[in-house]
């Protein structure tokens, strides 16, 4: 009898042990895989982190009258594919920073990321645009999150947070694009 008490205590312990075992691994194979990835794009909720490069030009519109529209954008290599979107200040701003509820006042030039070649610009009606963060494409709600007034960001954005399939006038279907912006305000 002691001997078969002794080996149900030892099974008891094994299944205990296994159970256990698989109970942690689970738990932990599941946080692993529910967990929020820093990688998100659609994750509005952090301050995307843009890399700074003072060397490209700020957008101005020409002195001479002409438009920018059809013109390349300055310091802008073209790219035959934009996979995520990139972020790059160009100047910090130290105003008021951009947040998910923000309504901003801003000057922009649009390019194709294909050729350069720039199809809308504020510059260009010498009046700068002011909307709800939330009306604007999906690639501007997430890449101005943070961007200071009196700073100027060019944003690189894929075709999915673009317009995609269905895009305005002047713009090829599933075009990546580029943006440089000004920010004014943001309140």
């Known amino acids: 009898m002691s001997d078969k008490l002794h080996r149900l205590g030892w099974l008891f312990l094994v299944v205990l042990f296994t159970v256990t075992g698989l109970g942690v691994g689970v738990v932990g194979f599941w946080q692993y895989t529910h967990q929020p990835s820093s990688n998100t794009q659609s994750d509005k909720s952090q301050t995307m982190k843009c890399s700074t490069d003072p060397t490209i030009p700020e957008t ?3 002195t001479d009258g002409s438009k920018l529209k059809g013109a390349k954008l300055a310091g802008f290599t073209p790219t035959t594919k934009v996979d995520l979107l990139k972020c790059i200040d160009v ?6 920073a951009v947040q998910s509820s923000s309504t901003l006042t801003a000057n922009y030039t649009g390019a ?14 010498g009046q700068p645009f002011s909307t709800s963060l939330n009306q604007l494409i999906p690639g501007w709600q997430t890449g ?13 954005i894929p075709s999915a947070s673009a317009y995609g399939a269905q895009p305005p006038p002047g713009i090829p279907a599933n075009a990546d694009l580029v943006f440089d912006i000004s920010l004014i305000s943001a309140q």
């Open 60 to 62: 101005k519109a020409p």
């Open 91 to 96: 100047k910090v701003g130290t105003g008021a």
């Open 112 to 125: 194709v990321a294909a050729t350069g070649v720039i199809f809308e610009s504020s510059l260009d009606s």
């Open 144 to 156: 101005l999150l943070g961007m200071k007034a009196g700073g100027t960001r060019r944003l690189l």
